[in-house]
């Protein structure tokens, strides 16, 4: 079973930073496409980053690039999402979520496990 923790959220001003961690169970693997989503109030969930079981190949939405870094440390099984100039809009509850495949771009992947989430809240 994976369990997925996620920590590291707050309550900000505009334009600083935060760094989020998702630790994985330890008897998990992380070479797996993992991921951060997150949802505000009345809002879709929507992906803000994903990077794939290499440690390497990593994508970003358009809202957050530039700003946002995802990272894995697979040696401690945690993923790691750094968030720098952060926006109000930035502001929601943050999850982790683990695949089972490889790649996040494999079009049959799924994220079965999620963590409990994190809440950001940037205020202006």
């Known amino acids: 079973q994976v369990q997925l923790m996620e920590s590291g959220g707050g309550s900000v001003q505009a334009g600083e930073s935060l760094r989020l961690s998702c630790v994985l169970s330890e008897s998990a693997d992380s070479s797996r496409c993992m991921a951060w989503f997150r949802q505000a109030p009345g809002k879709e969930r929507e992906v803000v980053a994903q990077?794939?079981?290499?440690?390497?190949?990593?994508n970003h939405a358009d809202s957050v690039k530039g700003r946002f870094t995802v990272s894995k440390d697979s040696a401690k099984n945690t993923l790691y999402l750094q968030m720098n100039r952060l926006r109000p809009e930035d502001s929601g509850m943050y999850y982790c979520a683990a695949s089972t495949f490889y790649r996040c771009n494999d079009q049959d992947n799924v994220f079965l496990y999620w963590g409990q989430g994190t809440q950001v809240t940037v205020s202006s």
């Open positions: 990077i794939d079981g290499d440690d390497f190949t990593r």
